[in-house]
């Protein structure tokens, strides 16, 4: 067979969502000769129309329906209705991803063993660890044409990059550099390199950018295995009388209902969509949702202890321009409670464009302190903060009674910081101001976290079916042909950016599913 498929062919893998996770996936599964359908809420837009404009960008790619917020988060007061920030479009959020690309550290794939127990925190180790990764972390670096790997070239360093490198290497920090970027450096994979255009989060015009849009899809398209179908919102996933999944039910791009029956089903939507979603296909047999039966479906919640600092500087440096997260200081990513908190954190360049720099400096501010700052926007260097923060229980999302176009219940995210994830992000702040201050800043400026763009943890990976919702593969504990394939799987959260370990787990799952294939397994 061959797509397009039928919407009675029972022989279909279904994944929900095309991003990261189910982006890869999905090319993945089409790569070994499977079957595959993605379906996806967005659009598909092609770097053709991508707009070089914030706003207009955040238009055309986020996730702006509604949402709610509770919990002592700024978030729930300044954004209360977009708690996070993520794509709706195919290629999910890896259109508007930077390309950061770091493994995770050995000990933060069992923070419960290194760290103890934190009161207030739901730390658990992963039922998998680093060695296990290692050979996937190797295939999506070569897929991905990460930077620093493979012999491939660092980006070159642009002006944000070089304040934040003279700073950090002044206070004594050593391991300084351009980062491991998926961003080409050179041509590769049919793709150009790095023009420098500093519009990275808006999609990235000329294709140096990977992303599951550009860099994946295509290539499971080409094998007439796989089928990507936009504006499809999966309402519910259905499942037989022996409990196994048998399909799902999307609204279409007119919005009317339709049925696809699958041979098993992956659920990639990011960390607020995949719990909604299974909390949305509850039924007589599985009262609370599907996979739910721990009831941690939903829970433990993480975002990464993330802020901001801005140095100003008294004469201009143009942050704007070039590649916008080329640049990064991993002294802090260690683990050493010597510093008041567990875990560690990344400093990474940032620049946001002035009309977000605007909303996002002090939101919902406005006065001397806020306007003189903007004056002074060209004289400005950013970084961001990159952090580990505690996975807590009550940290959540729920069903709200407010129903979305479709009739589905919005997503509900309650979230407290931990103490620990405070003591982290201050520790940061104040490292953060040596760097711009050790090499002449004239002020410094701590922002506060942005909508979240790192969504995890919310359906765990726990070697217990108590602790979590899916095993060390993926496949939920409940369910045999049911997977969760994107960030929503992390046991806990590490100091690095997710994507890389989201597009390797991706990977690693692919070749679960097909082993279990042959085998008549699923
Ligand atoms: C501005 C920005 C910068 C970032 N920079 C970095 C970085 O430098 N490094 C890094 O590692 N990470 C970065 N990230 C985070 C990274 O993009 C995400 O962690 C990653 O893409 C998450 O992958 P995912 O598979 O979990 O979900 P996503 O990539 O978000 O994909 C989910 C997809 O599922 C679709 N979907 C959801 N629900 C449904 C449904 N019910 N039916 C159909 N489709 C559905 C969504 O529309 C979306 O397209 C950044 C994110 C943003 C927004
Ligand atoms: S700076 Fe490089 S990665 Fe960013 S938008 Fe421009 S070409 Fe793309």
């Known amino acids: 067979m061959a797509a397009p498929y039928d919407l009675n062919d029972s022989s279909v893998f279904v994944i929900v969502g095309s991003g990261a996770g189910g982006g890869t996936l999905g090319t993945q599964l089409a790569l070994k000769g499977i079957d595959t359908v993605i379906l996806e809420a967005g659009k598909r837009h092609e770097t053709w129309d ?32 977009l708690p996070a920030w993520i794509v709706k479009s195919v290629g999910g959020s890896t259109v508007h991803w930077a390309g950061a690309s770091l493994r995770f550290q050995e000990h933060e794939f069992k923070t419960r063993t290194h760290y103890g ?9 992963w039922p998998i660890d680093l060695k296990e990764l290692e050979p996937w972390y190797a295939q999506a670096e070569d897929r991905m044409g990460v930077t620093r790997t493979n012999g491939i070239p660092g980006l070159p360093g642009n002006n944000n990059f070089k304040v934040l490198e003279a700073g950090a290497k002044k206070i004594g920090y050593k ?18 390199s790095c023009m420098q255009l500093g519009f990275c989060f808006q999609g990235c015009k000329s294709g140096a950018k990977w992303s599951t849009l550009v860099a994946e899809i295509p290539k499971g398209e080409a094998t007439g ?36 029956k699958a041979r098993a089903v992956a659920v990639a939507g990011n960390s607020i969509e995949s719990p909604r979603l299974l909390l949305n296909s509850h039924s007589n047999q599985f009262k609370d949702g599907l996979a739910n039966s721990s009831g941690q479906v939903g829970r433990n919640y993480m975002r990464h202890t993330t802020g901001s600092v801005y140095g100003i500087f008294d004469k201009p440096v143009h942050m704007y321009r070039g590649t916008t997260m080329a640049g990064i200081v991993r002294d802090e990513a260690r683990h050493d409670t010597s510093r ?60 709200a009674d407010e129903k979305d176009a479709f ?53 765990r ?40 370990t989201i597009v390797a787990l991706a990977l690693r799952q692919a070749d679960h599913i097909a082993g279990r294939m042959a085998r008549g397994e699923l």
């Open 175 to 192: 391991e300084v550099h351009t980062g491991r970027m998926a961003i080409n450096s050179e041509p590769r994979d049919d793709r150009g």
């Open 50 to 81: 991508f707009i070089n404009d914030e706003w207009d960008s955040f238009s055309q790619l986020a996730w702006t329906d509604k949402r709610m917020t509770s919990g002592s988060w700024d978030i729930s007061r300044t954004f209360p209705n």
């Open 340 to 399: 008041g908190f567990a875990g560690g954190y990344e400093f990474e360049t940032l620049s946001l464009g002035l009309p977000f720099m605007a909303a996002f400096l002090d939101p919902q501010k406005w006065g001397r302190d806020f306007s003189s700052a903007m004056d002074q926007y060209q004289n400005m260097a950013g970084l961001w903060i990159v952090g580990e923060d505690m996975p807590r229980e009550e940290n959540r999302i729920t069903l």
């Open 225 to 260: 295995k796989l089928e990507v179908r936009p504006e499809c919102q999966v309402l519910r996933i259905e499942h037989d009388a022996q409990g196994k999944v048998t399909g799902v039910v999307y609204a279409d791009a007119n919005g009317v209902e339709q049925r696809q």
């Open 461 to 500: 990976m726990s070697e217990k079916a108590s602790d979590g919702v899916v095993n060390r593969f993926g496949q939920t504990h409940d369910i045999p042909n049911l997977f969760v394939s994107d960030g929503s799987q992390f046991t806990t959260g590490a100091a690095e950016n997710p994507t890389l």
């Open 407 to 459: 009739g589905m219940p919005v997503a509900s995210v309650h979230f407290e910081d931990h103490e620990n994830d405070t003591a982290m992000r201050n520790h940061a702040y104040k490292q953060g101001s040596a760097i711009y201050e050790a090499v002449g800043a004239v002020r410094t400026i701590h922002t506060p976290p942005y909508p979240s763009t790192h969504n995890l943890g919310t359906n």
């Open 117 to 125: 127990e934190i009161a207030g925190a739901n730390l658990l180790d």
